[in-house]
């Protein structure tokens, strides 16, 4: 088994910023065995039950209202996050669980660009995220990248960050569809480089992230309070019906 509910955010106790901390509950145990099986009996504190398969009261929905407009990646992990926020409690039924293809098996770059944008806006909604732990984790992220060449990577990387500091507004006047088959294409924009391009290439991503790292830094503060403040308006159901173009 991969997990029975996870954790979110508990490596930044330790080590400051890091996006995308997920520590799973009962991971890798085998289900062949009774004594893992007895430790599925076990109620652990977890932060967060994937959408996989995720039932919820409308009680709840009530309170706490729908999801954010994230498309995929951590939308459910926020979503959760509210639920313990209200103060209920989030189990896995040992009895019941999803089978499906890991997500280290998929290697779809695209992604990369879905998990750290909604990341960011997570942090910003329902922590404190400081500017330059933030820096200093997506500047080690992205040399890392360029050290292997992975431009494409390196991409993704630099767009979320920059979509992220446009603040709320970017969502609600961004089409999601189109916003989406843009992603996917910078995703392979670097696939065909030749060597002098390549070496160009390098060069011009890192001086865009340290330009839109450096320009960051004065609005960071009102772009974390933006996406705070937003979060309300961008779960009611008089959102959600305008985002969608429904009828009242």
């Not at 991971?27 to 919820?56: A, P």
């Not at 989406?180 to 696939?191: A, E, M, P």
Request: proline share 3%; aromatic share 14%; with cysteine.
């Amino acid at each position: 088994m991969y997990e029975a509910g996870a954790t979110y955010n508990e490596d930044s106790k330790t080590r400051g910023f890091a996006p995308g901390s997920l520590t799973a509950a009962n991971h890798n145990i085998d289900l062949r065995s009774s004594s893992s099986l007895n430790r599925l009996l076990v109620e652990e504190h977890i932060d967060y039950g994937g959408f996989w398969f995720f039932s919820f009261s409308k009680d709840v929905v009530e309170k706490i209202k729908l999801p954010l407009p994230l498309f995929i990646k951590i939308d459910d992990i926020e979503f959760c996050l509210r639920i313990n926020e209200l103060g209920n409690k989030i189990v896995a039924f040992p009895s019941m669980a999803v089978w499906h293809q890991p997500a280290s098996a998929k290697k779809l770059n695209w992604e990369t660009y879905y998990y750290i944008r909604n990341d960011l806006i997570t942090y910003a909604i329902h922590y404190s995220i400081e500017y330059m732990d933030t820096v200093q984790h997506f500047t080690k992220v992205i040399l890392e990248s360029l050290s292997r060449f992975d431009y494409n990577h390196t991409e993704m990387v630099i767009k979320s960050f920059e979509d992220y500091i446009k603040g709320p507004d970017f969502i609600k006047n961004s089409e999601p569809e189109v916003l989406h088959l843009n992603i996917i294409k910078l995703s392979k924009s670097y696939n065909d480089q030749n060597e002098i391009e390549d070496k160009l290439a390098g060069t011009n991503l890192l001086t865009r992230w340290f330009k839109v790292a450096a320009e960051s830094s004065n609005e960071w503060s009102s772009v974390s309070r933006e996406w705070k403040s937003a979060s309300k308006e961008m779960t009611s159901t008089i959102f959600w019906q305008q985002y969608l173009g429904l009828k009242n």
